[in-house]
């Protein structure tokens, strides 16, 4: 993970690298056993169907559901669509009145864009009532105003367990408790916290989650949705019979297995790694207030993932940090679906900060291998940008 000397990558959240590990657990799947796993007429076929199997064992132990509940797809982007269009397709198929009563469906205003684009393109296709919950100034919902939505008898909720941005942690046991109470489906996208803080699908109550192996040291392009068994949805991509029919396409097995050995690990190590995390965070946070001074830090620090630190220095513009550092520091303005437009973060703006803080918002999401060093280091070269800026404004 060290190879790039240079650069110290600060972007987790975005993505990882491959664990070295996992990827050895991968590589027979490209050149010795490239079998397919629907294809066990002979033992190539079986050992990819067995590869399956294992992953399936390693997914459900991180995050506590059944095997007969994980279908692989490509990643988050995909499993979030397969959820929230199947869900819709489904509903409008057995019950054509949803059409004119229209499918109700809540979610946060903090959601990916994944899920945020997904739900507004099929409330633009008039197929659903979208309503957008509110949130405080730290990005917190009110679980009030959940509730009080779930009492009036929608189809289904959105709420995801960590933010990609600000590295909230959601209150999902809680979140899910509503929605049985009141009988609404809950979806939870699971991305940015499996792998990181502990996700319980099935002692939860959730109806459908999803994950993705590049957030957690496994390779991209390889994801999961996970649904129990009354949350239907008719499959989105068609053709043949993999997967029962929800996902057809040949299984990734190198990417299903890389994902098995990313959840297996993460696992084994997630208390370690916690551990670690929080002592950079403090860390990063005493060098930063030191070195900067007028610092803002965003989000709940209450209830924050360890690995990710969100921040701004009021009146100095992110894009001109970053211009500064870019040749040593892998640090981003947000979200990485964002960071190439020149759009605000709708996190941040749903959360109603004060336009100087939106501007200035930088994430450092720390790795597995990051150090202290790479901390004080990484800190002295934001400050000094700061300071650089600083003089000119
Ligand atoms: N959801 C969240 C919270 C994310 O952080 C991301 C990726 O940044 C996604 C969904 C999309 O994941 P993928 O890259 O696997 O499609």
Known sequence: MKENKKLIYLDSMATTPVDKRVFEFMTPYFLENYGNADSVDHDMGLRAKEAVKTAKKEISSLVNAFNSEIIFTSGATESINMALKGFVKRLLRIKPSAATEKIKIGVSPVEHKAVLNVLESLNEDNLIELHIFNCDDKGRLYLEEIESY???????ICVMAVNNETGNIYPVKEISEIAKKHNVKYFCDATQAAGKIPFEFSNWGIDAACISAHKMYGPK????????????????????????????????????????????????????????????????????????????????DEN????????????????????????????????????????PSHVLKAMNLPEEIIEGALRISFMKDTTIEDIDTSANIIAKAVHEMKRLV
């Open 304 to 343: 924050q993932i360890s690995s990710c630190l969100y921040f701004a220095v009021p009146g100095i513009i992110n894009k001109a940090i970053i211009a500064r550092v870019r040749n040593k520091l892998c640090i981003s303005t947000g979200s990485a679906c964002n960071s190439g437009l020149e759009t």
């Open 150 to 156: 779930c009492s009036k008898s929608p189809h289904l």
């Open 221 to 300: 392009g390889s994801g999961a949705l996970i649904f129990n068994k009354d949350f239907l949805i008719d499959p989105i991509i068609e053709g043949g019979a993999q997967q029962k029919g929800f996902r057809a396409g040949t299984l990734n097995i190198p990417g299903i297995v890389g994902l098995g050995k990313a959840c297996f690990y993460s696992e084994t190590e997630m208390a370690e790694d916690a551990k670690k995390m929080i002592e950079l965070k403090t860390h990063l946070k005493k060098r930063l207030c030191e070195n900067i001074g007028d610092i803002v830090f965003t989000g709940d």
